[in-house]
């Protein structure tokens, strides 16, 4: 019997889902508010394609909401903490209230490990305190909770709270490299992290199908392998034949953060997902990851 799948706020990641999703001949149903996205969806062979803000309810009747699986996937719409506000918390509730009409049954929502405030480089897992956090991190805190308890309509949700992706066509270090940068923003000595776009899509799909057991349940995802920026670019510099370019020390502009402020600095444990869904990822580092995107894996 074919499955379906919806895939809200379908960016980047959303659109590898659905590829994969078409390959596996779920029918699939893709949301987005990107004229081009949609276009390159429609061309993928995406059954349905909405264009529209997930948090105007007007697509709610164009889209089914009996789904065996939704994936809310939606990124930041800009314009600072209103934008976070838009997408994340009022998207999230839009979803709820659509999802309320039908069945669903397991409902998955990506959200960031920017919820967690350590600066003192730290291991933290899914029990860290999240007190403290930014303005931005208590907006997706607040749309995570949408999911626990979810509306009586879902039979299970999930939360991934993904780190830094990159992949084909999205790698930010690579590209100030490539440019040619004399200086990058940012702590040089501050740890990054990292999972690889194939990776996420990977553990999405470990999650969805994991055993029914599993009610519910909160998951960081990376690739488990922080890394201080510098040694990044380092290693990135060497494969390019180009000069180191030194870090700022001033962190990048960013939306809803205070500029004065320094900005998290943690090692993210992903051993849970890996011992509840038997996730590993095939990138378990930035240098396999960053190797194939260089075409020299």
């Not at 990107?34 to 007007?58: F, I």
């Not at 959200?111 to 291991?123: E, I, K, N, R």
């Not at 999930?158 to 702590?187: K, M, S």
């Not at 000069?243 to 444990?269: E, H, M, W, Y």
Request: net charge negative; charged share 25%.
């Amino acid at each position: 019997m074919e499955q379906s799948m919806a895939i809200l706020g379908c960016g980047y990641l959303g659109s590898e889902l659905a590829r994969q999703a078409l390959s596996k001949d779920f029918r699939v149903v893709a949301l987005t508010r990107n004229p081009a996205t949609a276009e390159a969806l429609r061309k993928l062979g995406v059954q349905q394609v909405m264009e529209a803000e997930l948090d105007d309810d007007s697509w709610h009747e164009a889209v089914s909401s009996d789904q065996d699986y939704v994936v809310n996937c939606v990124g930041s719409a800009g314009g600072g903490l209103q934008g976070y506000a838009k997408s994340y918390l009022d998207g999230q509730d839009s979803v709820a209230r659509w999802m309320k009409k039908g069945r669903v049954g397991t409902f998955l929502y990506t959200s960031s490990v920017s919820v967690y405030p350590q600066m003192d480089g730290q291991l933290v897992d899914e029990t860290s305190s999240c007190e403290g956090t930014s303005d931005r991190g208590a907006l997706l805190l607040a749309s995570e909770s949408v999911c626990f308890p979810g509306p009586a309509s879902i039979e299970r949700s999930f939360v991934l709270r993904l780190a830094g992706i990159y992949g084909p066509q999205r790698h930010i270090y690579l590209n100030h490299l490539r440019a040619g940068a004399r200086e990058i923003p940012g702590d040089g000595e501050a740890f990054l992290n990292l999972i690889h776009r194939d990776d996420a899509c990977a553990a999405i799909w470990a999650v969805l199908s994991s055993s029914s057991e599993i009610p519910g349940r909160i998951y960081n995802l990376s690739d488990g392998h922080p890394v201080p920026r510098k040694e990044l670019v380092e290693w990135l510099a060497r494969r390019l034949g180009v000069d180191v370019p030194p870090f700022t020390g001033i962190p990048l502009s960013r939306t809803g953060a205070d500029p004065t402020q320094p900005l998290p600095n943690r090692k993210i444990d992903n051993l849970r997902i890996r011992e509840e869904v038997f996730w590993e990822p095939c990138y378990p580092s930035f240098r396999e990851g960053y190797a194939d995107l260089l075409g020299d894996a």
